[in-house]
């Protein structure tokens, strides 16, 4: 587990680098982002008591993955090294309450921390993995893919605003769902194995 936090962290690192060569000295709420994808995890959960509503699993763990994203990035204004948040991350798990919670209220207990203390909880997020029904091992595999997916969206022009995300009536990370099913995510290429796959997918699809 801490071989994979490791591999996780410096993904996370090169990524926010592809953004940003200084990003780690530019202070961004990273918090803010957490609590604002917890909102938009409760609209795919549902909440309106109102209005017939069914929760749609598969799109609140793609929001969980969204919020795993920004922790890490705010952790690392709280350590000096990638190792010593890996190890605060699995000391933190290690003596959280495993609890069920409902997903309303994990996902609450999450944006409240946040705001509250403006960093990031690894505590409140475990309790919200354990609410949405994922282990380390799914948060790892759907982690390597959405980063995948972010670098493919960098290099795409999503910065410049010319990446398009929705292909041919799905948005991108449905197609990433899609495709990471249809890899071995043991391979020691799966990473490359994804990216080549979305290229291929992306440039089919938009082209029609």
Known sequence: MRK?????LAMQDSMNTKVHPQWSEQNYEWY?????ECAELMDHQGYKWWKKQDP???QVQLEVIDIWHFGMSALFSN??????????ILSAWSTADNQQLSVHQATEDLATWCLMHKSFSAVHFWQLLLAVDLDFEQLYVAYMG??????????????EGS???EWAGK??????????AELDTEADSF?????????????????Q
């Not at 948005?171 to 990471?180: A, P």
């Not at 990473?191 to 082209?207: F, G, I, K, N, P």
């Open 163 to 165: 990446y398009i995300k």
């Open 56 to 58: 749609d699993l598969e």
């Open 32 to 36: 803010r982002a957490v609590w604002i």
């Open 191 to 207: 990473r490359d194995d994804l990216y080549e796959a979305l290229s291929t997918r992306y440039q089919q699809l938009t082209a």
């Open 171 to 180: 948005e991108d990370n449905q197609h990433l769902v899609d495709i990471t």
């Open 79 to 88: 350590f000096d090294s990638a190792t010593a948040i890996a190890d605060a």
């Open 4 to 8: 994979k936090l490791l591999t996780m």
């Open 146 to 159: 959405k980063n995948v997916l972010n670098f493919f969206r960098q290099d795409n022009g999503y910065k």
